[in-house]
């Protein structure tokens, strides 16, 4: 690539490195995309971030979002998912979701798809308050929640509810090369950003290999809640690769392990990808007689530790001491009682020189006795207890 | 007469419990609105570097030269006091963006902001006025109240106050090396070798920036964008000395000795706060340009709400010093700055005699009466 470039008389990578490098001096103690972002905030390398091109409406509390990535973006493979920091009064809040478009876009954005959860302060701002143009952080992609290369021959997704994400970016992907539509959105509202998504020659039809036999079991409450409704079920009327099976358990009830036998006889010899509300994963697991390496689960919730006025075991990562406490000593004793060499000034909560990372674990201010704290936040040791089992980067 | 004399234990600490409820007001009520203040302070200083950058380039034309050199001291001003200042002062780390944040900001001053930190938001706010304690009382150079020892050294300090204000970013990095502190072995040289090491690298490129990168780039205006980029700093300099001498040193903030610390409570924390600052009045624009430390008191007080809320706060501090009879000292910067260097020329030379003690914990003195 430097050497192509080099032959045509144009500036190769390390060149711009070293201009970069050199810029450096001019901008200092900033960086020069400090100053770059005044023009696109999405020039920025040290701190990847997005920006929202679309919002749309998937069912009556659920959106998919078109984000383009910033610089230092890399692919991902479908079915990962993506942390994405987004400001709220004022606020940045971090969260997890899956992608649910495949990385084959031609575009180059993808998309996530947010179903608001009721109090969900996040999952609420990003699918109903959330405008174009919104400049987003991102980390990632991660997860381990993919389908290997070459697939299996036959494969079973059960999905439910927002469980169906990261599965359309599977199947999306899976059967590209077979069914050129549109990305997770209806016909209807069809966005500019959606309509060609899925580049129609994707892949190459010499490079098309066997399509694996693929059956989806999905349930909602009612035909209208299912996102990706209308997708799916044009995509399975066209391929005859994918046999869907929508679940309305409004009607019929909630699916049960033991209706998989009749949906799908042969589920228990296939690889199952599973993906919903953690009392479904946990029968899924139960009633798996398969080899475990055939089973993938997929927790979109992280169990969350309860707390009430009691301490907690606190480990301090980057020293790797630990220690029992109770819930009103600031950590900072804590540490310190523990010989972790703490950083510390007016031990009053004001000059925020004691501050540490939460890696895990919710604290207590003990200034007003709120409990707080989200993994990545800065807390202030002096004026904060554990409340339950935390983990502090220290 | 001691300023706190008339009041009763419960008093100062129903006095505390008033600026709790204030801050606890501010803290709850942060959001969108403060943060877009932030961004937007952040997004023009930046700008208007930029801006005073460009028009350096142009500066053989003399109004290009004249609008580029107030554009960068302006923005070299903002930077310093307005966002750097209150951001390393984790006013604006509620945001939670490592981009605004007292941990990871940098800032355009000889001095490293981790140095600058400990001594300043840890050292000078929590012992604030309290002699043998606060470093800041006269910056361990001069003599601004009575009640430190004289010096024949002091006989200079009208003439060294000047050159301190004309090159104040680097007397600030060398005074946060506490160089007094290693004779005693109260700070290792081991320490402070590094420290030194980390004041000269930053010296090293704030240097290469303003005087050899940015003329080096204008070519044929190599001498102007020099001449400029040193006015801007010089002008940064002053205006900065300026604002921070206001705050402590006019005639009316008090000094404490070091036994009133003694278990010191939080209403009388704040009183030592309030009694040991003054603030200047002005526009909107002044407070801005000031880093709101012309709202030195509300500062004090309340170290780590941001400082686009002092404003709004200050009626509401200065009707509970009405209340509590307690004064509030705040005139206009010609005044204030006119009272700083009253203090440092009569200062320069012995005397006055000792003034009695100032403000004694009235928690101790109601346990003396009794």
């Not at chain 2, 929590?126 to 001069?142: C, E, F, H, P, Q």
Request: aromatic share 8%.
């Amino acid at each position: 690539m430097g050497r192509m470039s080099a032959e045509f008389g144009l500036p190769g990578p390390t060149v711009l490195r070293r201009l970069a490098k050199a810029a450096h001096w001019l901008s200092t103690p900033l960086l020069p995309e400090d100053y770059l972002g005044l023009l696109d905030p999405l020039w920025s390398a040290e701190e990847l971030r997005g920006r929202v091109e679309g919002v749309y409406r998937e069912t009556a509390d659920a959106a998919t979002l078109v984000i383009r990535p910033g610089r230092g973006w890399s692919a991902h493979r479908p079915g990962q998912w993506v942390r994405i920091g987004v400001d709220i009064q004022g606020r940045r809040h971090w969260r997890t979701y899956s992608l649910s478009s495949p990385p084959e876009r031609p575009d180059g954005c993808f998309t996530i798809t947010v179903k608001a959860i009721p109090d969900g302060l996040v999952s609420n701002h990003l699918a109903r308050r959330t405008a174009p143009g919104t400049i987003v952080r991102l980390a990632g992609p991660e997860g381990e929640f993919v389908v290997p290369e070459p697939p299996p021959p036959r494969l079973l997704f059960l999905t439910a509810g927002s469980g169906i994400t990261p599965v359309m970016a599977i199947l999306s992907s899976l059967l590209a090369g077979e069914t050129p539509t549109g990305t997770g959105r209806s016909s209807a509202e069809a966005s500019p950003a959606g309509a060609e998504a899925v580049h129609p020659k994707w892949p190459p039809v010499q490079e098309r290999r066997a399509l694996p036999d693929v059956v989806l079991v999905h349930s909602a409450p009612t035909p209208q809640d299912v996102i990706f409704g209308e997708r799916l079920r044009h995509l399975a009327a066209r391929s005859p690769y994918l046999r869907l099976y929508e679940r309305h358990t409004r009607s019929a009830g909630r699916l049960r392990p033991a209706d998989l036998a009749g949906l799908c006889p042969d589920w228990a010899q296939r690889s199952v990808w599973a993906c919903g509300p953690a009392a479904m994963l946990d029968e899924v697991v139960a009633h798996w007689t398969g080899p475990e390496d055939r089973l993938h689960i997929e927790h979109f919730r992280p169990t969350v530790l309860t707390s009430g006025g009691e301490g907690g075991r606190v480990r301090f990562t980057k020293t790797g001491r630990e220690a029992d406490a109770d819930g009103v000593t600031p950590l900072l004793t804590v540490g310190e009682d523990t010989g972790v060499l703490m950083p510390s000034g007016c031990r009053m909560g004001i000059c925020h020189s004691c501050v540490g990372r939460l890696r895990s674990g919710r604290v207590r201010d003990l200034r007003t006795g709120q409990v707080h704290g989200e993994a990545g936040d800065l807390i202030q040791t002096c004026v904060s207890a554990a409340a339950g089992p935390i983990e502090i980067e220290l | 007469m001691p300023a706190t004399s008339h009041l009763t234990r419960a008093d100062v600490e129903e006095f505390g419990r008033e600026l709790d409820k204030i801050r606890e007001e501010v803290l709850a009520s942060l959001g969108e609105q403060d943060a877009r203040y932030i961004r937007g302070i952040i997004s023009t200083q930046r700008k208007l570097e930029l801006g005073g950058r460009v028009l350096l380039f142009a500066s053989w034309l003399p109004p290009a030269w004249a609008a580029g050199t107030a554009a960068l001291a302006t923005a070299k001003i903002l930077e310093n006091m307005e966002i750097g200042h209150n951001v390393l002062h984790g006013q604006w780390d509620w945001m939670r963006d490592p981009k605004i944040h007292s941990t990871t900001w940098e800032w355009d001053s000889a001095c490293p902001a981790d140095l600058w930190k400990h001594s300043h938001n840890f050292v000078h706010h929590t012992w604030t006025n309290v002699l043998g304690k606060d470093r800041d009382i006269g910056y361990s150079a001069l003599r601004i109240s009575p009640e430190q020892q004289w010096h024949p050294v002091y006989l200079a300090q009208p003439f060294y106050n000047t050159l301190l204000a004309l090159f104040f970013e680097y007397g600030i990095a060398i005074y946060d090396l506490e160089l007094e502190r290693i004779p005693s072995g109260q700070k290792s040289l081991k320490e402070t070798m590094a420290q030194l090491r980390a004041v000269a690298g930053k010296i090293q490129r704030q240097i290469i920036k303003d005087y050899i990168a940015f003329p080096l780039l204008a070519g044929p205006a190599f001498l102007p964008v020099l001449l400029g980029n040193l006015t801007a700093n010089l002008a940064r300099n002053v205006w900065a000395h300026t604002i921070i001498f206001c705050g402590h040193f006019p005639e009316g903030a008090e000094v404490f000795t070091e036994d009133r610390l003694q278990g010191e409570t939080r209403g009388e924390w704040y009183l030592r706060q309030l009694l040991g600052s003054c603030n200047i009045d002005g526009s909107r624009l002044f407070h801005i340009m000031s880093g709101n430390l012309s709202h030195q008191i509300e500062h004090h007080l309340f170290p780590d709400l941001p400082s686009n809320r002092y404003a709004e706060i200050a009626p509401r501090v200065r009707a509970l010093c009405e209340r509590f009879d307690l004064a509030y000292t705040s005139d206009s910067l010609a005044r204030q700055t006119g009272s700083v260097w009253k203090r440092v020329l009569r200062l320069a030379l012995p005397g006055p005699g000792q003034r009695p003690p100032a403000v004694t914990s009235p928690a101790r003195k109601l346990k003396a009466v009794a």
